[in-house]
């Protein structure tokens, strides 16, 4: 029989598998957690991870690692309530924090016992690094940073886009020679899916077959990052993000200002960041942060795709711009061809006008 990474046989217009790949059957979504709470992306990952399996006509499983005394238990009921059917669980006191060596055994052990086809991680600090250690340990393929994931009904293999050439252009990565095929999607990407809490699953407990002499990274304090000054764009539900069509930094003050009075986040694209106007933290886009607010006011922002990957998931996205050929009107729910810096000030002054009426109303 043939390893795993046997190349796939081209057969009537499309790929056949080698057998023993064909026996990799399963969508799994890695929960991560930190301190007693299970981060966002994981159930967005959920989601997202439920249409791939029912496409595929598999179970959709969650992964959880934790220590005894963890609300391990919880996080697969979590799951289930998102739209998992399964959760593999190990509980072990070495995994009582995030360690890279522990962690990727762990994960690995599970992988070569109960063979998933696919394998979803959130692209955080956490998941970057461990999405890493295992793809290398299981020689297969990792695609990072995706913003798209889709099933090709040619092969059944997994679809996943992502932005590459700095946001230029976007690629579609199949790995059709390895398994799992592992993926990473940055917060924020996916929607998160509707929770019902009367959903129930099944859970597998494997063991880890580690101890803590195997480890030799030691973890000697927790400390907490209790800034509360640092931007906070992937969770905003308003942001106000301004371009180099604002033509001049002293021009972005407009931007702080429209945020102000809407009580909203301040975002920028990279050539913006790049000159120096605003911090890095504000910078939208494939190479900052992605977003998904409930409005995105785009003040002279082109549209290119490094910037489009980072806001696409708005629910409602405003764009002003003063060429009428920008990319950004191809997407934008509402266009205002015009110069940002006049119409920023009488938003800004409209919005303020309504807010005041409505607390007199109040």
């Given at each position: ?314 629910d409602v996205i405003v764009a002003i711009n ?31 006008q309504h807010i005041a009426m ?5």
């Open positions: 029989m043939s390893e795993p990474g046997t190349p796939a046989r081209k057969g009537k217009g499309k790929y056949e598998l080698d057998e023993r790949l064909q026996s990799y059957k399963g969508v799994w979504v890695f929960v991560e957690h930190e301190r007693g709470a299970v981060h966002p992306v994981s159930w967005e990952l959920i989601g997202e991870g439920r249409k791939l399996a029912d496409q595929l006509g598999v179970p959709l499983s969650g992964v959880v690692l934790g220590a005894p005394g963890l609300p391990t238990r919880r996080f697969c009921e979590e799951a289930f309530f998102h739209g998992a059917d399964h959760c593999y669980l190990i509980e072990d006191a070495v995994l009582a924090n995030y360690r890279n060596e522990p962690f990727t055994r762990g994960l690995t052990s599970l992988v070569e016992t109960f063979k998933p086809e696919i394998l979803l991680l959130g692209a955080t600090t956490q998941g970057r690094d461990l999405a890493g250690s295992v793809a290398t340990t299981l020689k297969t393929g990792l695609t990072a940073d995706c913003t798209g994931l889709a099933i090709d009904p040619e092969n059944r293999g997994l679809a996943a886009s992502r932005p590459t050439f700095g946001g230029s252009l976007l690629c579609t990565i199949l790995t059709l020679n390895y398994r799992p095929q592992m993926a990473t999607v940055r917060p924020r990407v996916m929607a998160m899916p509707d929770r019902d809490a009367s959903r129930r699953g099944t859970i597998t407990e494997h063991p880890l077959g580690m101890i803590e002499t195997d480890i030799v990274t030691k973890v000697l304090e927790y400390i907490p990052d209790n800034r509360q000054d640092t931007p906070q764009l992937p969770f905003a539900d308003i942001i106000v993000a301004g371009g180099r069509g604002l033509k001049k930094p002293e021009n972005f003050q407009l931007v702080w200002d429209l945020a102000m009075v809407l009580g909203a986040e301040v975002g920028a694209s990279r050539p913006v960041v790049q000159a120096g106007w605003v911090e890095a933290d504000r910078q939208v886009g494939q190479s900052g942060k992605t977003v998904r607010p409930k409005l995105y006011i785009a003040a002279g922002i082109s549209g290119a795709v490094q910037h489009r990957v980072g806001m696409e998931g708005a003063n060429d009428a050929g920008a990319p950004i009107f191809d997407f934008a729910t509402y266009g205002i061809v015009g110069n940002a810096m006049t119409l920023l000030p009488a938003l800004t002054e409209a919005f303020r409505a607390r007199v109303a109040s």
